[in-house]
């Protein structure tokens, strides 16, 4: 759902970009066999890297894969996944155990509205499965990105690390380029260390999707809700008359 643009950001066309790139974002499951080059994405690193970070500590790496070492990486995954192989947990839980309000039925929402467009039904295992799968090929994107963060930092980090991922589905939007940020990853750290060169200390935070987007396939037709600042926010000391622009 695309917000409302504040007043005056119409007529300033840096403001309307930044907004534009942002309320676009969504994340995209199924793209186009088209390739990215090496510089583009090298160069969406660059800019991402200007997150804040604490004391500048920057405390990310990025892994880029396309070709054949993403198939490899994907096929093995993929393999991993669908014969059963335990899951090696990193040090880190992303989702709450047990989940609770209001998280609770947002996150049903958003499932059941995707596996509605997909035509797959409640108790459908095997298809829900095949579909899950799929985050282990990158949704068939080119260029496939695997996120780390040194398992030694502390949660300060870990925001601007957060901050840093956010930057990088950013940036690639002002490119013409879609994302989808995938926690399926960090379960399977041991086979991607199989695969890339992660150093000891380096925890597996998430994977993500970058490519150009397939906007016909019927997955990417889910746009997902948000909650208006109104309803999230507290507001003092404002002027409901001052107008004036943002």
């Known amino acids: 759902m695309q917000q409302a643009s504040p007043e005056g950001a119409e007529g300033n066309s840096d403001a309307a970009a930044v907004d534009r790139a942002i309320s676009s974002r969504r994340s995209l499951?199924?793209?186009?066999?088209?390739?990215?080059?090496?510089?583009?994405?090298?160069?969406?690193?660059?800019?991402?890297?200007?997150?804040?970070?604490?004391?500048?500590?920057?405390?990310?790496?990025?892994?880029?894969?396309?070709?054949?070492?993403?198939?490899?990486?994907?096929?093995?995954?993929?393999?991993a996944f669908l014969s059963g192989a335990p899951r090696q947990h990193e040090k880190y839980a992303y989702y709450p155990t047990p989940f609770f309000e209001p998280y609770l039925a947002r996150r049903r929402k958003v499932g059941w509205d995707l596996y509605g467009l997909l035509g797959i039904a409640r108790g459908e295992g095997e298809k829900?499965?095949?579909?899950?799968?799929?985050?282990?090929?990158?949704?068939?994107?080119?260029?496939?990105?695997?996120?780390?963060?040194?398992?030694?930092?502390e949660p300060g980090s870990w925001l601007d690390h957060g901050m840093f991922l956010e930057n990088v589905m950013i940036a690639a939007r002002g490119h013409g380029l879609d994302t989808c940020p995938q926690a399926s990853f960090p379960p399977f750290h041991d086979i991607i260390r199989q695969h890339l060169p992660l150093a000891p200390e380096e925890m597996v935070t998430c994977g993500m999707s970058l490519g150009y987007a397939d906007l016909?396939?019927?997955?990417?037709?889910?746009?997902?809700?948000?909650?208006?600042?109104?309803?999230?926010?507290?507001?003092?000391?404002?002027?409901?008359?001052?107008?004036?622009?943002?």
């Open 29 to 79: 499951r199924a793209y186009l066999d088209k390739p990215v080059p090496k510089t583009l994405v090298e160069h969406i690193l660059d800019v991402s890297a200007r997150a804040p970070s604490g004391t500048n500590t920057q405390p990310w790496r990025a892994y880029a894969v396309a070709g054949e070492p993403r198939d490899r990486l994907c096929r093995a995954l993929v393999e």
């Open 128 to 153: 829900m499965n095949a579909f899950h799968a799929r985050n282990y090929e990158f949704f068939g994107a080119p260029v496939g990105l695997i996120f780390t963060i040194d398992r030694r930092l």
């Open 216 to 246: 016909t396939a019927l997955e990417n037709q889910l746009v997902t809700e948000r909650v208006p600042a109104r309803e999230f926010a507290h507001f003092e000391g404002f002027d409901d008359n001052q107008g004036g622009k943002p």
